[in-house]
């Protein structure tokens, strides 16, 4: 199947969801006909079946764990031991059956059902609680959700993206963008179809150990092993992924509908996921809001709303902001509060979109209008208060502010843009986010690029700075006709000067951190390696081979000793501009807040700060390690 879309060839026999589907299918009548003598003490107990002769237990059923219960068609009742399981934190009760009604339901070994007004058709599994829920039902032929088109980057079609449990990024993002391409899109198509086909379930799945807890309504829901669903509003026609150690919670009011959570995903706080999917370890809380679109592993929605987006890992969305028809596979980026990142409709219909690009940074309560492309200006940052034209920006690490006076010739509707700002100015966001990102990781199944500065974004800041350096006349004031890819913004001339030194300093660094990855090795594989050859023959590692090629453009005829000297000068200039863009807040906070100097830890107890510096001593002495080396 696999020849435009290789990786849904195993998905298929790997997915946990298919598996669960296919034993429910496979599953035999088990256990063995109630006796008359067991019925006779069933209904000492208040248990009463519409007909006995479709009712089954186990082997070792013990009559004393069912009390109070209504069993109607097809019923399977499991081996109950008189141990005691967890409902909820500081509460356990018996095993068994309580309290209940019970249509076609199959309730496994030592699970707990208690106090349930309606369990319908569903399979609950062993050790697996079901307690104070009104109704718990499921009609055959269900498909937990999945196969639901999801109309991403463009609210009214285009971008049409088909759900299933085990999707990911990277493939939501090649069908996305590859509309061109009938032949994938028809693949993955019939795919979907064929996924749908294999978790489409007579039955409703409650997986071993999964706690569904006073909810009111659960539907058409495959609930995963060890998930918990307790007080939510509503969990339909829904998967959740889970295990033992990636527990998938909905929780406190969340209302989940036509929706997959994976595994170590969380629903809490009066959140709705409508018609989206959460991949591993995402999260939607305090009233956030998310219909509609695909959330990256580790990305986090609070209290704003999320419609129609692809957002990748790592997107930060705490506070009450606006994200619509949004193609970001490339996460690692933040929505501030009151950002209305969502201007798609021009009077016509709601069908602009924004590729919003790696590490964009959206300011409190700036406006960013349709259709815009800042795929080409990773780790850039919109400033507060900021409206944006419709535009595309081709210039990594800027800053985007309000203008500070009109200009001749310029529309009042253009922003001042400042190319490579975050470089030079504000170098300890990007050190500290590489950082960040690779600690909260909790993702098991994706693999990520933690590395800012990599051949990708080097080529971009490439491309910028020679853009900026080849302009054909000195000016105070350029604007896109002058350099390509400042979008509907104006740049100051002393802007492009710091943004060609800072663009260099940071090509300089990528390719020297390289030179010394490449000397420790082969220094350490044969100490008498003439390291200086390395500069000059070529090799079968392609990253060293783009660094190689800059280092040749950057910085040619230096040996590798005085590179090595270089880069410890360039980490230990970083190490202070991390700590000079902390201590700006320091000096400002001090001058603003009586006793700030109290309350906030100084920039060189910072823990990232400290962190940094201790980075730049450990490179220093591993340099110096091989320069004595290279010169013994």
């Known amino acids: 199947m696999g020849k ?12 946990e969801l298919v598996a669960a589907v296919s034993r429910v299918k496979s599953a035999q009548p088990a256990g063995k006909p109630v006796s008359d003598e067991l019925r006779k003490k069933l209904e000492e107990h208040r248990v009463w079946a519409a007909d006995w002769s479709k009712i089954r237990v186990a082997e070792k059923f013990n009559p004393n764990h069912a009390f109070d219960v209504k069993l109607f068609g097809e019923c399977y009742l499991g081996a109950f031991e008189p141990g005691e399981i967890e ?97 994938l899109l028809a693949e993955y198509e019939a795919f979907v179809k064929q996924y749908v086909e294999a978790v489409t379930s007579p039955k409703g799945i409650i997986e071993e150990g999964a706690r569904v807890v006073n909810t009111g309504k659960v539907f058409n829901a495959y609930i995963g092993p060890y998930a918990v669903v307790d007080n939510a509003n509503k969990v339909a026609e829904a998967t959740l992924l889970s295990n033992k150690d990636e527990k998938t919670e909905v929780l406190d009011g969340a209302w989940v509908s036509k929706s997959i959570l994976q595994w170590g995903c969380e629903a809490a706080s009066m959140a709705i996921v409508q018609e989206s999917v959460c991949t591993e370890h995402s999260h939607v809380e305090r009233h956030g809001k998310v219909t509609q679109s695909i959330l990256g592993p ?14 990748g890992p790592f997107v ?115 050190k500290r986010n590489e950082g960040k990102y690779t600690k909260r990781n909790k993702a098991r199944r994706t693999k990520f690029v933690f590395e800012v500065f990599r051949p990708d974004i080097v080529d971009m800041m490439i491309s910028a700075r020679e853009r900026l350096a080849g302009v054909k006349e000195t000016k105070a004031i350029y604007t896109d006709k002058d350099v390509k890819g400042l979008g509907k913004n104006y740049m100051k001339e002393d802007a492009r000067k710091r943004a060609i030194e800072a663009y260099t300093f940071y090509i300089q660094y990528y390719a020297l951190n390289g030179l010394k990855r490449v000397v420790e090795k082969a220094l350490a594989e044969n100490p008498k390696t003439d390291v200086n050859a390395l500069l000059l023959q070529a090799s079968n590692d392609p990253r060293w081979e783009h660094e190689r090629s800059v280092l040749a453009k950057e910085l040619p005829g230096k040996g590798v000793a005085e590179l090595l ?67 013994a």
Not at 5 to 12: F, S
């Open 4 to 15: 435009h879309l290789p990786e849904l060839d195993e998905v298929l026999k790997s997915s």
């Open 87 to 183: 409902v909820e934190k500081g509460l356990k009760l018996t095993t068994g059956v309580y309290n209940s009604c019970l249509v076609n339901a199959v309730v496994e070994d030592n699970a707990l059902v208690y106090n349930v007004g309606l369990l319908s058709n569903y399979v609950v599994g062993k050790g697996a609680v079901v307690a104070n829920c009104k109704s718990v039902t499921a009609v055959a032929g269900t498909a937990f959700g999945n196969g639901i088109e999801l109309p991403i980057a463009i609210e009214t079609g285009g971008r049409e993206v088909l759900s299933y449990a085990d999707i990911t990024i990277p493939v939501a993002e090649k069908v996305a963008k590859s509309r061109d391409n009938k032949d």
């Open 298 to 311: 580790n990305t986090g929605v609070a209290e704003g709303e999320v419609t129609a987006s692809l957002c």
């Open 316 to 430: 930060g969305f705490h506070h009450q902001s606006l994200l619509i028809a949004a193609l970001w596979p490339e996460g690692k980026g933040n929505v501030g509060y009151g950002a209305n990142v969502g201007s798609n409709h021009t009077g016509k219909a709601p069908d602009q979109e924004i590729w919003p690009g790696e590490g964009t940074f959206f300011g409190l309560g700036c406006n960013i209008k349709f259709p815009s492309d800042f795929t080409g200006a990773p780790y850039s940052i919109i400033a507060t208060g900021v409206t944006a034209l419709p535009q595309k920006v081709s210039f990594p690490f800027s800053l985007i502010i309000t203008p500070d006076a009109p200009y001749p010739g310029i529309s009042p509707a253009y922003n001042e843009i400042a190319p490579a700002w975050v470089l030079s100015d504000n170098i300890f966001s990007v």
């Open 565 to 631: 000297s270089m880069l410890i000068e360039q980490q230990e200039k970083i190490a202070r501009d991390v700590q000079s863009s902390k201590e700006k807040d320091d000096h400002r906070g001090v001058r603003i807040i009586p006793d700030y100097a109290h309350a906030h830890a100084p920039a060189a107890n910072d823990g990232f700060v400290k962190e940094t510096w201790k980075v730049t001593q450990e490179l220093k002495a591993n340099c110096e390690k091989l320069i004595a080396q290279i010169k």
